[in-house]
């Protein structure tokens, strides 16, 4: 060891995720990296009066966790904004409502996010017309829907954006209608964003605190790296990028960010001749974003076949694409020309295919290089299309907690063909490339509710039911390693963070208790999904110690 270290941690069980070196006791870091790894003599050794000691009592640490999928400045701002994610029934939503409503000024817009009515007994949106019963006929509404991908207005709102019976779809989304062809309040992806411009844009100094905010709480997490994720062609890339780099400028941002780029920005890249990978250790530019389909539950997953529950005259039986086959070719390519890898979201099986198909055309034509395309979620996928990812070299970039959340909508949705979803055994065991988030705030951000779903497939407060596709389960080593090391590689960080490994940047986590004694889940149904963090380390740094502030 040839620098003194400033800190050892030692008498740990140390799970390094580094193949050449799994297990240790002690790790040496001087300033912001580790400089060593090994058993307790051979490091206690290297230390001088200046290193500070932590005896770690034999607990479990683990390199830093990466979401490789949350859309963080969305849910950074979503903790101040009506969250309706607890609300079990749509009477229960509107009454949320009308008290928010009744403690905010008349004008001022109601934004919020979370509510999910396929968990409700009566699986219903609210109308426009039930919203105006609950807010003030000047104040505009907007609530996402948990998974982003459609939300509800009021009147005041479809006023604003001008939205009535006259006006189109646009392209990529749909106006919701009564019969009588009123829009009925309810729109579905892109026409969201005919609403989304009336809102008035956040002050910078709202947008530091609340992406502070969201940093302490993913330290709290164990989380130390995120991919940050565009939405289909929101406004949000410029407020993100700014709010980061003022933060990184203050010495501030104790995150590292691979912030993903939304494809119609890829023109201004251009323009500067800005490429992948383009930053520093803490925020970097990674993806360009684009967008193949919507979602399961809002039933715009672009299927071969029609969901099971499609009414009859249903325009759009097989869900929606949101971009064309040939301009997402093309959007491709040129992300390519200037030296960008493409994150791709697919969820249907139709969806998944034609990126495949794409990317294998590209593939023919163009050695990619550097940084792996990825899929984000390949959440149904037929089985010929499946080892297809690990033959084009492409990263699946998934959610083990949807499984969870999706199991009773995926059996209902998709009937026999549920067997094609969340498949992260076969895609592991395909050789693919995999990389773990949380999709947060359409999901948990909590990682350990993660590990759980990929270990077990069920939910933890109802471990007496069997698991949901038991061969889709993962080890803990394998889940591990894609919120780790895999979401690492699929960013092109492998040499910075990942294990715990000299020469690495010293993000770590200490936990609570031994994962590894836990895997058995019939003896701890929720041990691990219960995991607390005892402390994260950022950059050799303690950011969170647990009961401290
Ligand atoms: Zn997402």
């Known amino acids: 060891m040839l620098i003194s270290p400033t800190l050892i941690l030692h008498n740990a069980k140390i799970y390094t995720v580094d193949e050449s070196r799994p297990w240790a006791e002690a790790v040496a870091i001087a300033g912001s990296h580790i400089v060593a790894v090994g058993d307790n003599q051979q490091i206690l050794a290297a230390r001088t009066e200046k290193t500070r000691l932590t005896d770690l009592d034999n607990h479990l640490v683990l390199p830093g966790l990466c979401d490789a999928h949350i859309h963080f400045h969305e849910w950074s701002l979503g903790q101040g904004q009506l969250l309706l994610n607890g609300v079990g029934s749509k009477a229960e939503m509107l009454e949320a409502i009308r008290k928010w409503s009744s403690e905010s000024k008349p004008e001022v817009w109601i934004i919020g996010r979370g ?8 699986a219903e949106m609210p ?13 505009p509404l907007i609530l996402w829907r948990s998974d982003m991908h459609c939300a509800v207005v009021n009147s005041r709102t479809l006023a604003l954006a001008g939205i009535n019976r006259t006006r189109v779809d646009p392209d990529g989304g749909l106006i919701g209608r009564d019969p009588d062809g009123e829009p009925d309040g309810r729109l579905y992806e892109l026409a969201i964003n005919l609403a989304t411009p009336y809102i008035p844009d956040p002050e910078p100094a709202f947008l530091e605190r609340a992406y502070i905010q969201g940093q302490k709480t993913l330290h709290g997490l164990g989380i130390t790296a995120i991919h940050s994720q565009r939405m289909k062609d929101q406004r949000e890339g410029p407020f993100s990028l700014s709010t980061l780099l003022r933060l990184r400028e203050n010495d501030a941002l104790k995150l590292r960010v691979n912030s993903n780029i939304a494809a119609h920005d890829m023109p201004h890249l251009g323009a500067l001749g800005l490429r992948s990978g383009y930053g520093d250790d803490y925020l970097r530019l990674g993806h360009i974003k684009l967008f193949t ?8 997953a672009w299927m071969l076949e029609p969901l099971e529950s499609v009414e009859r005259g249903d325009p759009h039986p097989n869900g929606i694409c949101l971009t064309k086959p040939e301009e997402m070719a093309k959007a491709i390519e040129m992300a390519g ?9 697919a969820i249907g099986d139709r969806a998944n295919r034609e990126v495949l198909d794409i990317l294998e055309e590209i593939s023919r034509s163009s050695s990619q290089q550097g940084t792996a395309h990825r899929i984000e979620h390949v959440q149904i996928i037929d089985p010929a299309d499946l080892p297809r990812l690990k033959e084009l070299g492409v990263t699946a970039s998934v959610q083990p907690i949807h499984a969870l959340d999706d199991m009773e909508i995926a059996d209902s949705l998709l009937g026999d063909r549920s067997d094609r979803a969340y498949r992260f055994g076969a895609l592991v065991r395909s050789g693919t490339q995999v990389a773990f988030g949380s999709d947060a705030p359409v999901a948990n951000p909590n990682p350990f509710l993660g590990f759980h779903a990929a270990l077990f497939r069920q939910r933890p407060q109802s471990m007496q039911n069997p698991p949901w596709h038991s061969d889709e389960r993962l080890t803990l080593e394998e889940t591990i390693f894609g919120y780790t090391l895999g979401a690492a590689e699929a960013a092109g960080w492998q040499d910075t963070i990942g294990s715990i ?11 609570d208790r031994d994962l590894f ?26 950011v969170f110690k647990y009961g401290g502030e």
């Open 115 to 122: 509510w999910n009515e396929t968990l409700w007994p009566n």
């Open 127 to 139: 109308t426009r017309q039930e919203l105006d019963e609950v807010t003030s006929s000047l104040q």
């Open 293 to 300: 389909d919507g979602t399961l539950g809002s039933k715009t």
């Open 337 to 345: 020309q200037l030296g960008f890898p493409v994150s791709i979201h």
């Open 501 to 511: 490994t000299p020469g690495k940047r010293a993000d770590l986590i200490v936990l």
């Open 517 to 542: 004694s836990l895997v058995d889940a019939e003896k701890y149904p929720q041990g691990i999904a219960g995991t607390r963090v005892d402390e994260t380390i950022f950059d050799g740094e303690t």
